[in-house]
């Protein structure tokens, strides 16, 4: 099985869009997302030095086009690619390019929502001196402890042996003089305590702009940084996003859901290397591939075969029906009264899935007549397994 991934912010570096600009087609594609975004993304991407990029303003619609384009170059029609991705993710800003990618989002919208986020944050970054700085190595259970003492937030947990710690420049002093044995703190360039109360005016300020912004449901399985779910509705997605900007990312738990949904292959998209570097680390047997220029294209086509799970009916490509997906691994239990052809009206509860540790309500994203059901009551589910094939043009 394939995974997609793409980078949050701290994965830029000067230049790296230089050799993706010998392509016309990425160059014309570039320059209207900075249309778009009202940015000069070309500049950032090749001529700018990194100080400039590491404005949050800048680097986060950056990293969004970055993304985008090398996905869109590897994948020159989005819609045969459906079936052959398994899984999308996206760590932190990563996640708007994961739902833009999965269609829940258009480049267009992805790349104003971006501009509205990296500036809003940037606001919020800008009322006191704040960062962040990833404590590596150390027993897990020591650091966070540490991190807490010094009144930070474990604001990304990258899983063993790195975890970020965000808040006031002071708060990150006290851990810097404070850090369990063998941990070692590493400051990162970011202009801001991203993920943490911090950026909470920058959470309102998107929240009332999401109310404008239509979305389609994902049409991969899409994963969300809050809490490793799969999330198989566009309007859930958007506010998962929303929220994200003030809550810790959780890459440990997509992680942990790629392992059980059996991923055998993890490309990170441009400007890659982290999530691929925290993959070998974290993620044993399975292979990775950091796309990084365009002279690299044809080995990743190679990956993605090599990798790709071909199941039209898995991914729901056909859009007569609409898949209802289980957002985690557990046991499905079945709301009665629930048969082949009953016609269902919009957030209906079709039942629940019970993980170890918590249960999960399933509900229609939208009305539709039951098509199929694809488990029976009782039957052991995994995340993103589809549970029901809808009919959307059924609606009462």
Same mark, same amino acid.
């Given at each position: 099985m394939l995974a997609i991934v793409a980078?949050?912010?701290?994965?830029?570096?000067?230049?790296?869009?230089?050799?993706?600009?010998?392509?016309?087609?990425?160059?014309?594609?570039?320059?209207?997302?900075?249309?778009?975004?009202?940015?000069?993304?070309?500049?950032?991407g090749t001529q700018a030095d990194e100080e400039t990029i590491r404005d949050t303003a800048i680097a986060q619609?950056?990293?969004?086009?970055?993304?985008?384009?090398?996905?869109?170059?590897?994948?020159?029609?989005?819609?045969?690619?459906?079936?052959?991705?398994?899984?999308?993710?996206?760590?932190?800003?990563?996640?708007?390019?994961?739902?833009?990618?999965?269609?829940?989002?258009?480049?267009?919208?992805?790349?104003? &929502?971006?501009?509205?986020? !990296?500036?809003?944050?940037? *606001?919020? $970054?800008? @009322?006191?001196?704040?960062?962040?700085?990833? /404590?590596?190595?150390?027993?897990?259970?020591?650091?966070?402890?540490?991190?807490?003492?010094a009144g930070l937030t474990a604001a990304n947990n990258n899983g063993r042996g790195q975890v970020v710690a965000a808040g006031t420049v002071e708060q990150l002093d006290r851990l810097a003089d404070n850090l369990p044995p063998k941990a070692r703190l590493v400051p990162l360039s970011v202009a801001g305590a991203f993920h943490t109360a911090h950026m909470s005016p920058a959470v309102k300020h998107l929240s009332d702009l999401a109310r404008a912004v239509s979305t389609h449901d994902p049409r991969?399985?899409? &994963?969300?940084?809050?809490? !490793?779910?799969?999330?198989? *509705?566009? $309007?859930? @997605?958007?506010?998962?996003?929303?929220?994200? /900007?003030?809550?810790?990312?959780?890459?440990?738990?997509?992680?942990?859901?790629?392992?059980?949904?059996g991923v055998t292959g993890l490309l990170e998209v441009t400007p890659a290397g982290t999530l691929t570097g925290l993959a070998k680390r974290n993620l044993p047997g399975v292979e990775t591939f950091a796309l990084n220029t365009p002279d690299e294209l044809d080995d990743a086509a190679t990956f993605v075969r090599n990798h790709a799970d071909?199941?039209?009916?898995?991914?729901?490509?056909?859009?007569?029906?609409?898949?209802?997906?289980?957002?985690?691994?557990?046991?499905?239990?079945?709301?009665?009264?629930?048969?082949?052809?009953?016609?269902? $009206?919009?957030?209906?509860?079709l039942g629940t899935v019970q993980g170890a540790d918590d249960r999960f309500t399933i509900s229609t994203p939208a009305g539709g007549a039951v098509g199929e059901w694809l488990v029976e009551d009782g039957d052991p589910v995994a995340p993103g397994q589809p549970l029901l094939r809808l009919d959307p043009s059924g609606r009462s």
């Open positions: 980078p949050g912010q701290g994965a830029q570096k000067p230049g790296f869009l230089t050799p993706w600009l010998a392509d016309p087609r990425f160059a014309a594609r570039l320059d209207w997302l900075s249309a778009v975004s009202g940015l000069d993304l070309r500049h950032f619609p950056l990293l969004v086009a970055a993304g985008l384009l090398s996905a869109a170059s590897l994948f020159p029609y989005p819609a045969d690619a459906f079936d052959r991705i398994g899984v999308v993710a996206g760590h932190s800003v990563g996640e708007i390019t994961a739902a833009a990618g999965v269609g829940v989002l258009s480049a267009e919208q992805a790349m104003v &929502l971006v501009r509205e986020r !990296g500036r809003a944050m940037a *606001r919020a $970054s800008a @009322v006191r001196p704040t960062s962040m700085a990833a /404590v590596l190595r150390g027993d897990p259970e020591e650091v966070l402890a540490a991190i807490e003492a991969v399985p899409l &994963l969300s940084n809050a809490d !490793g779910q799969v999330v198989g *509705r566009g $309007s859930e @997605v958007l506010a998962r996003i929303v929220g994200q /900007v003030a809550n810790p990312v959780r890459w440990d738990l997509c992680r942990d859901t790629m392992a059980d949904l071909v199941d039209p009916a898995r991914t729901a490509t056909a859009p007569a029906w609409q898949l209802v997906l289980s957002p985690a691994r557990g046991q499905f239990e079945r709301t009665e009264g629930i048969e082949t052809e009953t016609v269902l $009206s919009g957030l209906t509860t």
